[in-house]
């Protein structure tokens, strides 16, 4: 009880407590608190340790059953399929790289550009394959055309002109320049539907405005078919080799 003034206030039951024994209890009630909250915490515990043991069980007898896997063989069946997905290129008979649409790129990489090329034409396999990429043109037909024309780019015309292009009168600084600008006037005039040379899209249609004699085309084909057969058939040995 206390007494300010003429107010008397009553505190109840408590008021009458020492304050030794409001310490006591307040110890007994913090204890109480933790004891709670040790025992929540132990029971999270014990449940996450029940689960995880659960999943290593599951984890191993799913283990015991599964069959072992050969992981080398796995490597060269994957190894095998992507040559065979990605880097496929096929033997083609004359009558076929006759009917072929030269406008539309080979596929193939300047690896396999290098396993063909032969004496002036050696080092010029990059330009061959960025010919590709820059125009879309099948680059073995432009290879083919440098090989004729100029005897695998041993005999030239005026300034490196390795296909006779413009009569052999035209010059570049380099081959390398020369496959470039052939590649592309080939590409936009010779093989692009309304364009002033546009006959087809075939080697034979090319023919009849690149070239006046009338066994270019089978000349420009054939060296098209050694060129396929040869990169056909390592393909197949690097093949071999995977498996």
């Known amino acids: 009880m206390e007494n300010w003034g003429n107010i008397r206030i009553s505190f109840g039951p408590l008021g009458s407590l020492s304050k ?19 025992g929540i915490f132990c029971g999270v515990n014990k449940i996450n340790s029940d689960a995880a043991a659960a999943q290593n069980a599951i984890a191993a007898k799913n283990a015991e059953e599964a069959e072992p896997v050969d992981i080398a063989s796995a490597l060269r069946t994957k190894s095998v399929d992507k040559v065979l997905d990605n880097n ?23 690896d396999d550009l290098k396993k063909v090329t032969s004496q002036g034409l050696v080092g010029l396999e990059e330009a061959f394959w960025q010919a590709e990429q820059d125009y879309g043109i099948n680059c073995l037909f432009v290879m083919a055309i440098a090989a004729i024309e100029s005897g695998n780019g041993t005999i030239n015309g005026v300034g490196n002109n390795m296909f006779g292009w413009g009569g052999g009168y035209i010059a570049f600084s380099s081959k390398a320049e020369g496959i ?64």
């Open 88 to 110: 496929y290129i096929p033997a083609y008979s004359l009558s076929e790289v006759m009917a072929m649409d030269v406008s539309k790129p080979s596929g193939v990489t300047v």
């Open 180 to 243: 470039d600008v052939v590649a592309r006037g080939l590409a936009r005039n010779y093989l692009t539907p309304g364009a002033g040379l546009y006959s087809g899209n075939t080697i034979s249609s090319v023919n009849k405005r690149y070239a006046s004699s009338s066994t270019w085309d089978d000349k420009v084909a054939s060296k098209m078919v050694s060129y396929y057969s040869t990169i056909s058939k390592t393909h197949n040995t690097e093949l071999e080799k995977l498996k």
């Open 20 to 38: 030794k024994t409001l310490v006591y209890i307040g110890i007994i009630l913090a204890f109480s608190v933790i004891l709670f909250v040790v």
